[in-house]
């Protein structure tokens, strides 16, 4: 999928719900990556030199501090389980 300039949350979103948000796992840190993020089954908001956008950090399920610790998540889910454990 490519995103086009213009409303890039929307689109994201939306590729998201194409490939069945229900099994989807998003990974972002943009404002744009909020929509995105919220509307997959798992959304990890990964802190980046830059920053992460506030919305983003609110619609995540998850917050780690770099792309590497989301990527390590996925290959050891049992680490998923006990952090959204309640």
């Not at 890039?8 to 840190?29: M, N, P």
């Not at 943009?30 to 990964?46: E, F, S, T």
């Not at 983003?56 to 770099?66: F, G, K, M, N, R």
């Amino acid at each position: 999928m490519r995103i086009l300039p213009g409303d890039e949350g929307e689109q994201k979103a939306a590729y998201v719900r194409d490939l069945g948000a229900e099994r989807v796992v998003a990974i972002g840190h943009g404002a744009n990556d909020a929509d995105m993020l919220n509307c997959a089954a798992l959304g990890i908001c990964v802190l980046s030199p830059e920053g992460a956008a506030r919305e983003t950090l609110s619609a995540a399920d998850l917050i780690v501090p770099d792309i590497f610790a989301a990527l390590e998540l996925l290959d050891k889910p049992l680490r998923i389980v006990a952090t959204l454990r309640k």
